[in-house]
Every structure is written in structure tokens, then in C-alpha cells.
């Protein structure tokens, strides 16, 4: 984890984080509470988005001598760059930024001459032999909730005796996981790279959102709760693979319930007062706090995602936390608040490590 309260243009250019939010816009509220919490970094952000936004803009191909003048024309925009103390052409990043130009160039030039770029893509398949993927799967065997980490991020809790089936790796495109029994989904924002979730016979899929799922085996109909977002939820039939036609789709939005009759392949959507389906703490929590000590939020999301947060109470005993988080994933929450309060965290065997110096 970064502290964003000290960076410098150099290092959001180099977060990959920050690149993201500036190229896709993923972590949006993330970054919008940086920005409330150190207005001192607006200009700085602003700077290095500039930057980035004008290293994607270059769609031809360029010489060694552009390359050369576009980095010149980097170093001269940024303030301080003619101070003979502080040497830019020495800094990791600038190279890193002039690689990042030439091979946005060169990756455009050979999208326009389409043969050059498969002769390259089958050379290297013949040389690279893919990795293979290795499927995990996870059953909750406790009598509590249990939190699982998927490799995009995203989080999933699961009642007992519910499991998940996901690869440890997704693929470019998309993100498949099976799964069965009850469980809340908590999705990273991805829209290039959909998430789908097969629960018996339906499939859902999403772009980034919460919901949760019934689908005990045995039972004749699946359920699914929206909580945020939007979700598509389908039948998996053979004979559509077999024609080609495309099965029915419903569209659901939050509040909105679908229960899916397996047997038939029905669907029967309603409107609900509450996103509430497996009677779980996130369905009903909306983690907004207003100078919340930090202690109590970490006992918070202990409870509502049935994860150990190891932190030293003395170290937080002066920190608080004004916010309001939405549904992102556990991950994505811990580097919102860890960025508000000048802290850094370890994710590691289902357990949450907190550093903190203390807040002034």
C-alpha cells in the first residue's frame, strides 16, 4: 500500500493504481477521498494525469529522434525541471515514460498493418508455452461466514458449507467463477473484463457490483439479490450453444430479486425494500462514519466479513475515519482507509496485518 499524502509526480506516474483510475476511471471514490484528505496533491495529480493522458495520446509510430523531443517536451513541462540539482533524465520514471511512448507507437503502427502484428503474436506463441491454469476451490467447513480473495480482487463471502471454483489466474477478457450454496458477492469495476458467476443452471453476469446468491444443490430454483450495480442474469441450455440462438436475459438493478426456476428455466424478477437474501451483516451494511474511531471500523469489518484485522490499538488509539465506503471489495476498503490515515496493510492467509505510525 502507498502514502499518497507525499508523492511526488514521479511516483503517480509510476503507481499503477493511479493509472488505472486515469486511463479506465477504476477506483474513482478511492481517489476522490485522496483528494478531499490532501488537497495539496491536486496539482500534482494533476500534473502526472497530463502526462499519462498525453504519452496515450501519440497513435503513429515514432522515430528515436521523436521519442527524443516528446521526452524533452515531458521534462520542460514540469516545474523545477531546469534546476541543475535535480536531474530528470536520471529518474527511473522518465525512462520508464519514454518506453511507455515508443511502445504505444509501435503497438499502434502494427494494429494498422494487421499481418505484421500476427506474424509477431505466432512467433512468440511458438516460443512461449502458456502457463497452466490451476483451478482452486474453496468450501466454507466453519459455522461462520468466510471471506474469499479472488485474483482480480474481488470478495466473496460464504456461509457454511457454500464453496467457489475460480482459476488462480483470469483470463484477459473475462472472469468465470463456479459456485454453490449461499454467498455475497462484492465485484471489482472492470467493464473490458466481465465477471461471470454459474450457479446450477444460471449464469450472472456483471461489470462490477454486489449481490448476493442462493443456489443450495437439490433446490429447484436459484435466487439472487442485487444490492448495487447492474446484473444479467441468464439460463445456461444446451440447445442454445447447439442453434447459436441467444438465450433469454433479464436485467436487474439494486433493490431487485430474481428467482430462477431451474426445472423450467423461468425467471420471475420483483422489487424489494431491502437487498437483503442470506439475512448477512454486508447485506445490511452501509459503512458510512463520521469520526469513527479506527478500531471500531476495523471490528466492524471483522464482523461483517469474518476476517482477522491484527492491529496495534495504541499505535490507531488517535486516528478516526470520516468516510463513506460503497461495494467495493474488502481489498479496495482497506486501501481507502489505510490511504485516509496514513497506514499500510498485508493480506495474507485469510488474515488482515495493519502498520501504523499513529495519526496526528
Same mark, same amino acid.
Given at each position: 500500500?502507498?502514502?499518497?499524502?507525499?508523492?511526488?509526480?514521479?511516483?503517480? /506516474?509510476?503507481? *499503477?493504481?493511479?493509472?488505472?483510475?486515469?486511463?479506465?476511471?477504476?477506483?474513482?471514490?478511492?481517489?476522490?477521498? &485522496?483528494?478531499?484528505?490532501?488537497?495539496?496533491?491536486?496539482?500534482?495529480?494533476?500534473?502526472?494525469?497530463?502526462?499519462?493522458?498525453?504519452?496515450?495520446?501519440?497513435?503513429?509510430? #515514432?522515430?528515436?529522434?521523436?521519442? +527524443?523531443?516528446?521526452?524533452?517536451?515531458?521534462?520542460?513541462?514540469?516545474?523545477?525541471?531546469?534546476?541543475?540539482?535535480?536531474?530528470?533524465?536520471?529518474?527511473?520514471? *522518465?525512462?520508464?515514460?519514454?518506453?511507455?511512448?515508443?511502445? #504505444?507507437?509501435?503497438? !499502434? +503502427?502494427?494494429?494498422?498493418?494487421?499481418?505484421?502484428?500476427?506474424?509477431?503474436?505466432?512467433?512468440?506463441?511458438?516460443?512461449?508455452?502458456?502457463?497452466?491454469?490451476?483451478?482452486? %476451490? &474453496?468450501?466454507?467447513?466453519?459455522?461462520?461466514?468466510?471471506?474469499?480473495?479472488?485474483?482480480?480482487?474481488?470478495?466473496?463471502?460464504?456461509?457454511?458449507?457454500?464453496?467457489?471454483?475460480?482459476?488462480? %489466474?483470469?483470463?484477459?477478457?473475462?472472469?468465470?467463477?463456479?459456485?454453490? +450454496?449461499?454467498?455475497?458477492?462484492?465485484?471489482?469495476?472492470?467493464?473490458?473484463?466481465?465477471?461471470?458467476?454459474?450457479?446450477?443452471?444460471?449464469?450472472?453476469?456483471?461489470?462490477?457490483?454486489? !449481490?448476493?446468491?442462493?443456489?443450495?444443490?437439490?433446490?429447484?430454483?436459484?435466487?439472487?439479490?442485487?444490492?448495487?450495480?447492474?446484473?444479467?442474469?441468464?439460463?445456461?441450455?444446451?440447445?442454445?450453444?447447439?442453434?447459436?440462438?441467444?438465450?433469454?436475459?433479464?436485467?436487474?438493478?439494486?433493490?431487485?430479486?430474481?428467482?430462477?426456476?431451474?426445472?423450467?428455466?423461468?425467471?420471475?424478477? %420483483?422489487?424489494?425494500?431491502?437487498?437483503?437474501? /442470506?439475512? #448477512?451483516?454486508?447485506?445490511?451494511?452501509?459503512?458510512? !462514519?463520521?469520526?469513527?474511531? $479506527?478500531?471500531?471500523?476495523?471490528?466492524? /469489518?471483522?464482523?461483517?466479513?469474518?476476517?482477522?484485522?491484527?492491529?496495534?490499538?495504541?499505535? &490507531?488509539?488517535?486516528?478516526?475515519?470520516?468516510?463513506?465506503?460503497?461495494?467495493?471489495?474488502?481489498?479496495?476498503?482497506?486501501?481507502?482507509?489505510?490511504?485516509?490515515?496514513?497506514?499500510?496493510?498485508? $493480506?495474507?492467509?485469510?488474515? &488482515?496485518?495493519?502498520?501504523?505510525?499513529?495519526?496526528?
Amino acid at each position: 500500500m502507498n502514502n499518497y499524502k507525499d508523492f511526488e509526480v514521479k511516483d503517480w /506516474l509510476e503507481d *499503477l493504481k493511479f493509472r488505472r483510475w486515469v486511463y479506465q476511471g477504476e477506483s474513482d471514490l478511492f481517489f476522490k477521498n &485522496i483528494i478531499e484528505n490532501n488537497p495539496h496533491q491536486i496539482p500534482v495529480m494533476d500534473q502526472a494525469r497530463e502526462i499519462l493522458l498525453s504519452m496515450r495520446g501519440e497513435l503513429d509510430i #515514432l522515430t528515436e529522434t521523436e521519442v +527524443g523531443a516528446r521526452v524533452s517536451e515531458i521534462m520542460e513541462s514540469l516545474p523545477g525541471a531546469d534546476l541543475p540539482h535535480f536531474q530528470w533524465w536520471k529518474g527511473n520514471w *522518465l525512462r520508464i515514460a519514454a518506453m511507455l511512448i515508443l511502445a #504505444l507507437g509501435i503497438g !499502434f +503502427g502494427l494494429y494498422k498493418k494487421r499481418g505484421a502484428f500476427e506474424d509477431i503474436r505466432f512467433s512468440l506463441a511458438e516460443k512461449v508455452k502458456p502457463r497452466k491454469v490451476k483451478h482452486m %476451490r &474453496i468450501t466454507n467447513q466453519t459455522d461462520g461466514i468466510q471471506l474469499v480473495n479472488l485474483p482480480d480482487g474481488s470478495s466473496v463471502v460464504l456461509k457454511p458449507n457454500a464453496r467457489i471454483t475460480y482459476p488462480d %489466474r483470469f483470463e484477459n477478457n473475462k472472469r468465470e467463477v463456479t459456485m454453490a +450454496g449461499e454467498a455475497f458477492f462484492e465485484v471489482v469495476k472492470n467493464p473490458s473484463r466481465p465477471f461471470f458467476v454459474y450457479a446450477g443452471s444460471m449464469v450472472t453476469k456483471v461489470k462490477g457490483t454486489s !449481490f448476493s446468491i442462493r443456489a443450495n444443490e437439490g433446490d429447484d430454483e436459484v435466487k439472487l439479490v442485487v444490492k448495487s450495480g447492474i446484473v444479467e442474469v441468464s439460463a445456461i441450455e444446451t440447445k442454445d450453444i447447439q442453434t447459436g440462438r441467444e438465450p433469454k436475459k433479464l436485467l436487474l438493478k439494486r433493490n431487485e430479486q430474481v428467482t430462477f426456476n431451474q426445472k423450467n428455466k423461468s425467471m420471475t424478477a %420483483r422489487i424489494l425494500s431491502k437487498p437483503v437474501l /442470506l439475512d #448477512l451483516p454486508v447485506e445490511k451494511q452501509d459503512f458510512e !462514519f463520521k469520526r469513527t474511531p $479506527l478500531s471500531d471500523v476495523f471490528i466492524l /469489518l471483522e464482523q461483517t466479513y469474518g476476517v482477522v484485522i491484527r492491529f496495534d490499538i495504541n499505535a &490507531i488509539s488517535n486516528c478516526t475515519l470520516t468516510a463513506k465506503l460503497g461495494d467495493e471489495p474488502v481489498a479496495e476498503k482497506m486501501d481507502m482507509i489505510c490511504s485516509v490515515v496514513n497506514a499500510k496493510y498485508v $493480506l495474507r492467509d485469510g488474515a &488482515i496485518t495493519v502498520i501504523s505510525q499513529g495519526c496526528d
